[in-house]
């Protein structure tokens, strides 16, 4: 069974910058981390600065029968992108909303989502462990 972890722009920074808001653990050792602690899980991941490339693995994702479900943290293109949100009305496998930080704390243009009406859920604010909340609901689901 895979699960796939999909990150948008600047998350590839994660552990580099604002660590304050995004703190200090990289994706590639939070992986890393998931892949001992879910042993039976197998993650897929796509980090991409490129609205295109999220969109194309999205809809690949939909095609697999073996991916459970996805984690999706879009960064900026949550509250910018139309398309994207498109992409997650389309798909037939369960997307759970992500975010590190607590969006609802942060400018009001963060407030807005056009993803999250598509998805079975938000979980943002508790840093990588959003991430594990997720996984937890997946596999539970």
């Not at 994660?14 to 200090?24: A, C, L």
């Not at 892949?35 to 999205?58: K, T």
């Not at 984690?71 to 798909?91: E, F, I, K, P, Q």
Request: no cysteine; hydrophobic share 40%; net charge negative.
């Amino acid at each position: 069974m895979k699960i796939a972890i999909v990150n948008g722009p600047n998350l590839n920074l994660v552990g580099q910058r604002e660590k304050e808001i995004y703190g200090e653990q990289t994706f590639e050792s939070f992986i890393a981390k998931m892949d001992q602690e879910f042993g039976g899980v197998e993650f897929v991941y796509l980090q991409s600065n490129v609205e295109g490339e999220l969109i194309n693995f999205l809809q690949e994702l939909n095609k697999q029968g073996d991916v459970k479900g996805i984690l999706l943290n879009a960064g900026g293109y949550t509250h910018t992108s139309v398309a994207l949100g498109d992409t997650v009305a389309a798909m037939a496998k369960p997307v759970i909303e992500v975010h590190l930080s607590n969006v609802f704390q942060r400018e009001d243009f963060r407030h807005v989502s056009y993803i999250g009406r598509s998805t079975i859920g938000t979980i943002s604010g508790f840093g990588m462990e959003s991430y594990v909340l997720g996984i937890i609901k997946l596999l539970n689901a």
